[in-house]
């Protein structure tokens, strides 16, 4: 099954309540769906709505669909977490890879990554800021990687990452790789299972950006 059936057999098993959408196709015959984004409130109760379009690119589920804010409310432009060509930036380079290698459908993207963002971009335009906001390019993935090691150190979480690449896991009883002197099961042991799911290139390129 290619990324276009998929994405087709997954509309037709999407139900949110807080979605209304229709399937459409561009000229092209890539299917889409676009509709309104209702956005509830902690007691389920919808505050507003955005108009958005989903649409998959080549490879999904191994890359995140795109998003698109069609009705010109948001501004186009990064520091508003939009690239130039339209689409949203819904998360940093290694959350999406970690994402699709973890297994994603239609549902759970919408549900616990479109929704949010949305939220979030209600927020800025009620309050002038982001409430969670990353940086752009590469800050963003330095500042995604201190959250998931809890650390500001780059320079060891890049060696963390070098080792996690090599695929190579420790005893439980060893000392953790980190340095820390706590043993491994209970220091980055999870953190470890996590990433190394990641491909060995990917986990490299990260070390570098975080020891640049």
């Not at 508003?80 to 959350?95: L, Q, S």
Request: net charge neutral; charged share 25%.
């Amino acid at each position: 099954m290619n990324s276009q059936q998929l994405f087709l057999e997954e509309v037709k098993r999407l139900k949110v309540d807080f979605f209304d959408f229709s399937l459409l196709e561009d000229e092209a015959c890539n299917p889409y769906i676009v509709g309104r984004l209702h956005l509830p409130d902690e007691e389920g109760k919808f505050i507003d709505h955005y108009y958005v379009k989903i649409e998959v690119k080549d490879g999904y589920p191994n890359n995140l669909p795109l998003v698109y804010e069609m009705a010109n409310r948001i501004p186009n432009n990064i520091d508003w977490h939009v690239f130039p060509d339209g689409h949203c930036c819904i998360v940093t380079p290694p959350e999406e890879s970690l994402i699709c290698k973890k297994g994603i459908t239609l549902n759970k993207f919408i549900i616990q990554h479109v929704l949010p963002y949305f939220h979030n971009q209600l927020f800025r335009e009620l309050n002038g800021y982001f409430l969670n906001e990353r940086s752009h390019g590469d800050a963003g993935i330095r500042e995604f990687f201190a959250a998931k090691f809890n650390d500001t150190d780059f320079k060891k979480i890049s060696e963390s990452l070098s080792f996690i690449a090599k695929k190579k896991e420790p005893q439980r009883t060893a000392n953790c790789f980190c340095g820390s002197g706590k043993k491994y099961r209970k220091c980055h042991r999870e953190i470890f299972r996590e990433l190394k799911i990641l491909p060995f290139q990917e986990l490299m390129y990260y070390s570098i950006i975080m020891n640049t």
